[in-house]
């Protein structure tokens, strides 16, 4: 339902539209409060544990894939279709550069207020 929860991308706040939400205000809902460090450490363990073939870069079907466990966990609770829908979302707001592929720095980038987000 409406701000629900969800951990997606391992983010507790709604997904951010494509390009509609500034970097800051999500890294804001996502760890206020929480040392940058702190969110840096998260961010790339969420990255690699959605990242399944090590290549240090997350795919469309690699979130697709890491949507339908946490929904086969009860973690997301959006109807399949919908739920596809808002990963390609999420992937093509994330994927600044738009090749297709969502590198630590762009990932992080929803973690960390823009001045603070760095090249891990």
């Known amino acids: 339902g409406a701000g629900a ?4 991308f391992g983010l507790c ?9 500034s970097t800051a205000a999500v890294a804001q809902r996502t ?6 460090k702190s969110r840096r450490k998260k ?4 990255f690699e544990s959605i990242d399944k073939n090590g ?5 469309l079907a690699e979130l697709h894939v890491h949507s ?8 997301v609770s959006t109807d399949p279709s919908a739920e596809r829908k808002q990963t ?8 600044v ?15 960390l207020p823009k001045k603070a987000s760095r090249p891990f």
Not at 15 to 21: G, R, V
Not at 55 to 59: C, E, I, K, Q
Not at 68 to 75: I, Q, T
């Open 43 to 46: 961010a790339r363990d969420v």
């Open 55 to 59: 290549d240090g870069a997350l795919t």
């Open 97 to 111: 550069d738009g090749d297709g592929r969502v590198v630590l720095s762009e990932y992080a980038a929803l973690w």
């Open 31 to 36: 760890g206020t409060g929480v040392s940058k």
């Open 88 to 95: 390609d979302d999420v992937f093509a707001a994330i994927d």
């Open 13 to 21: 706040a709604p997904p951010p539209p494509p390009a509609a939400t």
């Open 5 to 8: 929860c969800t951990t997606r």
């Open 68 to 75: 339908e466990v946490l929904r086969s966990r009860g973690e």
